[in-house]
Every structure is written in C-alpha cells, then in structure tokens.
C-alpha cells in the first residue's frame, strides 16, 4: 500500500502547536578466576616445591539500570507494537466500531484495535492466529494482513481502531464513527520503524509526561478528562473521545476530581532488517603477529607414565564398625515459656478542628454552607478548578463541586484566570461561537464580539458567511 507497509508484530494481554480534529489547535557478575588457576596449575608443574599463590578478586561489575518504566511516566506501559514502514505524508486516525458476534473481515493500513467494552476475539486470516481482548487491551494490525474481528461474550463489544493512512486514504471511508483524524504528517523520516501503542490510568492530581518520540505522537484521552500543555503554552483541556497531535514534549494533567485515561501512539526507533548490516571480519593473523604461549594449557596431551614415574598405591586399612556404639546424649530444649503479648494502644483521631470564623479552610465558604453545597471544609478548592469555594459561590457563580460549570472544556479557574472569559457561560462575549472553539478552533477573541472589527460578529462570519472572523477584508 502507498505510503507505508506493516509488519508483524505483537500483541500484549494487558509551537507547541497541538493539532487536533484536523484544525491546528494549541491544545553483577564477578570475573572467573579459571585463567588465574590455569596459570598457577601451571607453575607448580615447573617447581619441586610449590608456592602457594594469593587468590585475586575482581571487582563485581556494576549492576544494570532497570528501563522496564518511563521516568516522568512510570505508569505508561506500552499494551501493542509492531513494525511500520513510513514513506511519505501520513495521519493519525481513530474509529469507533461495535462489533458482532458474527466475524467481519477488514484489511488496511498499521493499525492497532484497542479494546474499550466487553471483549473480542481478532484473528490474522494469513497466519491463522487468534488474540482475544479485554478493555484496555489491544492488539497490532500489520498493513496489509486481512483480519477478522468478532464480538465474544454478552456485553457489547466496542474497540477503537488507531490507524496510520497514507495521506490519500485518510478520507476513505471506514466502519464505524470516526473520533478523530490529524493534519497530514509530513516530517516523519522514511524507513522502517517500531510503533507503540501505551496506556495509562492517571488518578487526580498526578502528572504524567508523554516520552521521547520519532515525529509527532497522538494522545486520545479513553476516559474523563485531563490538561495537556506543551512547554511555554497554557493548559488546554482535553476530554475522553478527543485527541491531539504533539509535536514535541507534552505534559498530561488529571486536575479532575475522577481518574482519567489515554493512550499515546508514537513512532519509536528505526529499525534495520535482520542481517542487513554485516559484521566486519578480522583480519587474519600474521606469522609475527603470533606469540608463544607464555603458559601451560590448562588440558595437556597426557604424556605415557615411564617405570621411574610409578607410584606406589597407600593402602587404606578398612574402617571398622562398633556394634554397640555409645550414644550421644542431646541436650533437649527447654520449652518456650509463651509471653503476653501487649496490644498496641490505638490513639484517638483528633477531631476536625472548627474555626472560630466558622470557615475552616478559609475558602471565603462558611462550613455550614459548605455542607449544604456539598464540598469540603478543609479543602478550600474542592473541584481542583483553580477558584476557592468561596468565589465560585460569590464572585463568578459557579458551581464549587464542577471544575467545568458551563461545559465548554475549560475549566473555571482558566476561563477567569488565563483567557478572561466567564466560567459561568460557555459563550463569553455572546458571538454565537463557544469560548472553546474561538480560543482553539478559530483563533479569535472569546472576550470580543468582533475580533477583527468589521462589524460583522465572529459567529456570524463562521457560521453564515464563511468569511474569516479575523480578517476585516473578509466581510460579507
């Protein structure tokens, strides 16, 4: 196929622009001693009084440092790879596909099917070999190979197919819905390569970095939501059925208060055939070049005993029994005396303590309020959303418990903080164009109503002119 060609691979059981939906978004051993012996077997063959010879010890080697996790993403495992061949544009895609018990044969292009409910079985009709999946499992789809793919077990069985297409087939139509497609990737370098797919479950509050990678990876968030930045760029908050394309290092945040999850697929290292490099052969040996040896082989060709080297046997005298021998009297051992065994005394948890304002972690919220809202006293920004309890309910009007209250995919803290915006709408300057798709999708201004100052409002321009809302030369 065009583009690229897979090869096999395994299965396991298990800017900085960010380009996203297809518009550019920010978003030990020691040393043997055989040898030494060797030399010293040797030594006492030419003596008539051997010397004893002081053992040497070798320093251990070094143990190895383990690589078996990610520092910065130590809970990153990689749950697919395989081999792909890159030549030429390509993108990232991602379908969703239900299904059935009944097998359905598709072929194409590297892939992986990764298992989001109930399980599959997946079977590479040239091979003949099966894998089945569980959720958060997935398997390596070579280029190419047809393979069948069916539904096992009651539950429904849903998987996403992540696949790599040539440029020219990222619109060809495939089963299923398709979630996301990326901008053709053009510095990709040609060759073959190794492709990963990783996974991770992140619980709020951790931090996980995307590792070193070969061109630009896809990041596609499975579950919950998390922050994604790139350096020197703010937060961009990223949901479960949503992707993005990283150029470079990225950063992965769950500053929700539920887990999250999301797998990276990226190319790794180029990989040479097998037997393509050969070795360099030595160079033979020269006459000069050739030393004797300055010690006796350690197995020599045995040489006929002469009359003189005989040796006359010792005659060992045989061992003689008792019949009835004595015995040895045992000590016997006292019987343990058994010791009480105090408990160990069980302190007390101090109570919570109750401020004298009635506001215990000084959020601004009163406690008897915060239990009527259902947050935290003693956690003074319980949605982890960037605003204290108190100025969500007082200043802004949001909802202290939801770190997303008018669900536009930014979070309350960074609409007040870093954009300006409300947190309480989703349309700050009432434009018709949410602030989401005007800070990532069009560039435009979410606090202004006309960002380019034509007259004509950024939403209008968008969605009834088809002009460019921040061009004025465009008007309608």
Known sequence: MAGQAGESGRPTAEGSPLRERGVLRAAGAGV?????????FAGALAQETPQAAAPTVAAPAPASVSTEFTVGAPHLQTVAQGLTAL?????WRVREVTLSPSAAQESGATSFLLQRTGASVVRNDVSTRRTRLEPGE??????????SRSAVGADPSIVWVVELLP???????????????SEPVTDYPGGTFDVELQRTVMLPGQVSEIPAHTGPALVMVTAGRVQVSAVGEPPAPLGAGNGVLAPEALTVRNGDTEPASFVVATIGESVDAAGETAGVPQAAPTAASVAPPTQAPLLQTPVAPTAAANLV????????????????????EPTPVPVA??????SEQPAVPISESGDTDGDGLSDVDEAAYGSDPLNKDYDADGLADGDEVYVFGTDPLNNDTDGDGLLDGEESGSYGTSPATSDADGDGLTDTDEIFTYGTDPA???SDGDGVPDGEEVLIYGTDPLDPASGP
Request: hydrophobic content about 45%.
């Open 32 to 40: 043997t001693a055989l040898g030494l012996l060797a030399g010293s």
């Open 313 to 332: 046997p010792t005659v060992v005298p045989p061992v003689v029994l008792d019949p009835n021998p004595t015995p040895v009297p045992v000590a016997a």
């Open 167 to 181: 440029e020219a087939s990222a619109t060809a139509a495939g089963s299923g819905s398709t979630l996301f497609t």
């Open 138 to 147: 997935a398997a390596f789809l070579s280029a190419g190979d047809p393979f």
């Open 448 to 450: 202004a109503f006309d």
């Open 87 to 91: 030549d030429g544009p390509v993108v």
């Open 341 to 346: 065994i105090e408990p160990t005394p069980v």
